[in-house]
């Protein structure tokens, strides 16, 4: 059993085992040894002290986890060697052998390197990565900015987007080399360097006389002048263009968020609304338990329903809180990749239910019911819909929806009202009806079975059809698409008369050998061969005239006058008089006289 040491390296928090921390520590000591005569021997530790807290924090997967010799080790691998060996030589004897701690993992990152820059450091930055010179990427922007107008947009998000280089480390995985002890020292001293020339210049040329000074114009100096002006001016510019983004970023994430919870609650809302339905009764999702034709669990539906919106509304919650709050701590890889399995095995499974679902309804099938009407080709037969004093508060127009309803004795009923008529013509002395009711099911045996669980019926009165407006099934049954089709087979002569409250129960076109169609609804029609002719119906003939026919005379009533027409035999009244004509005899009278004649 080893004890566990808690450490703060380069500001960050770490367990680790009592080994790795000696062994951690050792090393540590004799880097600050190798670096005791070094210029900027502080910051070469520290970023040194840094790099490794990062490499520690990429190999910790959560806060409780334990570094161990074998992440000292690997951490030591990727660092190298200090290069003044002050310790003893058994501190690193089992340490890699130095030519694989040459080598290193590190890639070459984008950054914005705004140490050469004229802007925002995203052309020096973008060097660095594609390995060319800078002035290339400049000529780059010149030409989209002037050619295609889209280079101010797209250097605007890169500058948003892409991070500055702050740390040595960043700018050294910048240009691509490993970040190693050599490469931190080799940057710091560089940096040290160029400060020292810089001051060294400044002094030179302050003590240099004022013709060396006109003699000798520096005008590499002088740009870098105008560059650091220049800089200056589009830093502040940058600095604008950036708060008006962090407050649009923000006002962004509350957007997320509000819309993020209030969907979330939403949802556990109905999750728990819906999945409750066969536990506690609440009115009107009853229905849904009818429409699952599959009888799969109501609460498994919901459950699936909502992990399939639900995540990725979470996803844009936890994305308002990223942008409000900077170090809003991350849910861990572990959780994130478990959601998404969880994701994807939800909409899995709402396939396979609708998929299910949609199966019940594969198959159609139908079973009819014949009975002889006693009605012969003398009688007038009505035709009139009846509904029900149980199902009269339920009725309503659209005959593809459906609805529960529970009788007397509080037994639940699919209510619906798809019921057509049909109207044919027969040659028989006595008509028929024929009831077809019809469902779907997974196979045909069970929409048979449902169709013959349909509750159907009519009644006959003299010379009265009284049919039902609706249809009724047990709930049992489920909602399977069940229809009812009435054909009425009458015979050739026979007058019928459909009321008015059949209209939307007959066919709009003629169709399948369908003779009556909704027009004719509360009218007195004559049945034919495959035909009708209405004996009531008017007949537009032009904008002011219209002609009544009754029976076989036909009156034609209009501005001029009233005409009446049968057969051969007609009577014409008008401002000039009347005329009439019969089969052998004409009378005309007018202001002449009456003038009548025979053949």
């Not at 500001?11 to 062994?23: C, P, R, S, V």
């Not at 161990?68 to 691998?77: F, G, L, Q, W």
Request: charged letters at 25%.
């Amino acid at each position: 059993m080893n004890k566990t040491v808690n450490i703060n390296l380069a500001g960050i928090f770490f367990h680790i085992d009592e080994d790795a921390y000696l062994k951690l520590q050792r090393y540590l000591e004799a880097i600050k040894r190798s670096f005791t005569d070094s210029q900027g021997r502080s910051e070469i530790i520290a970023d040194i002290e840094a790099r490794i807290a990062e490499l520690f924090n990429e190999r910790v997967k959560n806060d409780r986890q334990v570094i161990s010799i074998k992440e000292v080790d690997a951490v030591i691998t990727i660092m190298g060697q200090p290069e003044d060996y002050l310790v003893d030589d058994e501190i690193f004897e089992d340490e890699p052998t130095p030519s694989y701690s040459k080598k290193s993992s590190t890639n070459k990152k984008l950054f914005r390197d705004t140490d050469n820059s004229y802007i925002g450091g995203v052309s020096s930055g973008l060097a660095h990565y594609f390995g060319i010179d800078t002035i290339w990427i400049r000529l780059a922007w010149v030409l989209l900015i002037f050619g295609a107008g889209t280079g101010i947009l797209l250097y605007i998000l890169l500058w948003i987007l892409v991070p500055e280089a702050k740390t040595t480390a960043e700018k050294i995985m910048m240009t691509g080399a490993p970040v190693n002890i050599s490469n931190i020292e080799k940057k710091i001293k560089d940096g040290f360097e160029t400060v020292t020339e810089t001051v060294g210049d400044v002094a030179k040329n302050v003590s240099s006389s004022v013709s060396d000074a006109v003699k000798h114009v520096d005008f590499e100096k002088q740009g870098n002048k105008i560059k650091s002006t220049s800089k200056g001016f589009f830093d502040t510019i940058g600095n604008i263009i950036m708060f008006f983004f962090k407050v649009f970023a923000k006002f962004i994430g509350v957007i997320l968020i509000l819309v993020g919870a209030t969907s979330l609650i939403a949802l556990i809302v109905g999750l728990f609304s819906v999945g409750a339905v066969n536990f506690i009764h609440i009115p009107g999702l009853d229905m849904i338990d009818v429409v699952n034709s599959g009888n799969t669990p109501v609460w498994l539906v919901s459950l699936l329903a909502f992990l399939t919106a639900g995540i990725p509304l979470f996803f844009i919650f936890y994305l308002g809180l990223k942008i409000l709050i900077n170090n809003l701590k991350s849910i861990g890889n572990i959780a994130k990749y478990s959601l998404f399995g969880l994701w994807i095995m939800s909409i899995i499974g709402l396939f396979i239910i609708g998929i299910r679902q949609a199966s019940e309804h594969a198959f159609n099938e139908s079973v009819v019911e014949k009975n002889e009407l006693y009605i012969t080709k003398n009688d007038t037969l009505k035709i009139k819909m009846i509904g029900s004093d149980l199902y009269r508060k339920n009725k309503y127009g659209h005959r593809d929806s459906f609805k529960v309803i529970k009788d007397d004795n509080g037994n639940k009923s699919i209510y619906r009202s798809d019921v057509r008529i049909i109207v044919k013509s027969t040659t028989d002395t006595i008509g028929s009806i024929s009831i077809e009711k019809s469902a779907d099911g997974r196979d045909h045996d069970k929409a048979r079975e449902r169709a013959k669980n349909i509750n159907y019926s009519y009644q006959i009165n003299r010379n009265e059809l009284l049919l039902d407006s609706y249809l009724t099934t047990s709930v049992d049954n489920k909602f399977s698409d069940q229809e009812i089709i009435v054909y009425l087979n009458l015979p050739e002569g026979i007058i019928a008369n459909f009321y008015k409250n059949t209209k939307s129960y007959l066919n709009y076109y003629s169709k399948s050998g369908n003779i009556v169609q909704q027009k004719y609804a509360n009218r007195y029609i004559k049945i034919l061969e495959d035909d009708i002719e209405c004996l009531n119906c008017p007949i537009e003939d032009d904008e002011n005239d219209f002609e009544l026919k009754v029976n076989t005379p036909k009156v034609k009533i209009n501005e001029d006058g009233i005409e009446i027409k049968a057969d051969d035999t007609s009577l014409k009244i008008d401002n000039n008089g009347l005329k009439a004509k019969a089969e052998d005899v004409k009378v005309n009278i007018d202001a002449n006289g009456i003038n009548i004649e025979t053949d």
